[in-house]
């Protein structure tokens, strides 16, 4: 089982940028420096939670919140079962 | 002096091919030792190459690059959501490199194009169209991977989506893209 904090730490050292500024509501865009950098970090956390999203996933990701649940929902859900 | 919407719209190609050599060549400083690997960084070297063609062009019309803060393909995250693995990377790329040709071949049908300008379209229709090849060769690869019916839906997808960014691009600069619609007709 993960937590959204590890999920938001984890965020948080993949876009070398303060823990605090990981807000649920902040757009990924706000915070990445670039489209490749979000790329990068969705990519990036599939490795680190071993989670696999898909296409349809990303539809949903609006913000650094949802980017947080889905992979504790994905991880957890797989742990789960 | 060269016609204003030209001068734009020569610079939003460049600020384009700017935005994606150095996408690809991040992504080409992380992909592991493969086959992919080697000719992101020819595509991302290339992309490089036809932002330096436009600078040239531009400065052999008499201007420089008007700093434009967004290019095409920063749409397509918003358009087609985030991409969440290499194969759908590619799979938008390869739908945007076929805008790509697309457009500069439009471009290069109209009349009153300068002929340096119909000299750089050629010169970087040549990289574009092997970037399709390249692309479509390792989609095929990947088949193995994530499914042939999975990559064709990705297609499907971002082709649906590039239309809608096409669409809206067009509409927003309709003046300078729209024009140059109407004169290749």
């Excluded at chain 1, 984890?10 to 950098?37: M, P, Q, T, W, Y």
């Excluded at chain 2, 493969?34 to 019309?61: G, P, V």
């Excluded at chain 2, 379209?121 to 499914?147: P, T, V």
Aim: aromatic share 8%; glycine share 6%.
């Amino acid at each position: 089982m993960i937590t959204r904090n590890e999920v938001r730490q984890k965020i948080s050292g993949l876009l070398e940028v303060d823990s605090a500024s990981v807000k649920d509501d902040a757009g990924l865009f706000e915070l990445a420096s670039s489209s490749f950098r979000i790329v990068e970090l969705v990519i990036e956390l599939q490795e680190a939670f071993d989670v696999r999203f898909h296409q349809a996933d990303m539809n949903e990701i609006d913000s650094v919140g949802d980017l947080i649940d889905l992979t504790v929902t994905r991880h957890n859900g797989r742990s789960g079962c | 002096m060269i016609d204003g919407n030209l001068h734009w719209l020569l610079s939003y190609y460049r600020a384009s091919e700017i935005s994606g050599a150095l996408f690809f060549g991040e992504l080409s400083r992380t992909l592991p030792p493969s086959a992919i690997q080697q000719d992101m960084t020819r595509h991302f070297a290339d992309e490089a190459s036809h932002a330096r063609y436009w600078t040239d062009c531009l400065a052999e019309l008499g201007v420089a690059p008007l700093k434009l803060g967004v290019a095409y393909q920063d749409r397509y995250l918003d358009a087609a959501g985030i991409p969440a693995n290499l194969m759908e990377i590619l799979a938008i790329t390869q739908v945007f490199e076929k805008r790509v040709v697309s457009q500069y071949a439009l471009h290069g049908k109209s009349p009153d194009t300068p002929e340096m300008v119909r000299k750089t379209l050629a010169r970087i229709l040549d990289d574009e169209e092997r970037h399709i090849r390249w692309i479509r060769e390792a989609l095929k690869d990947l088949e193995g991977a994530y499914g042939g019916e999975t990559i064709s839906a990705a297609l499907k997808r971002y082709t649906l989506a590039d239309r809608d960014v096409y669409r809206r691009t067009t509409q927003e600069h309709r003046e300078r893209i729209g024009a140059l619609r109407l004169a290749a007709r």
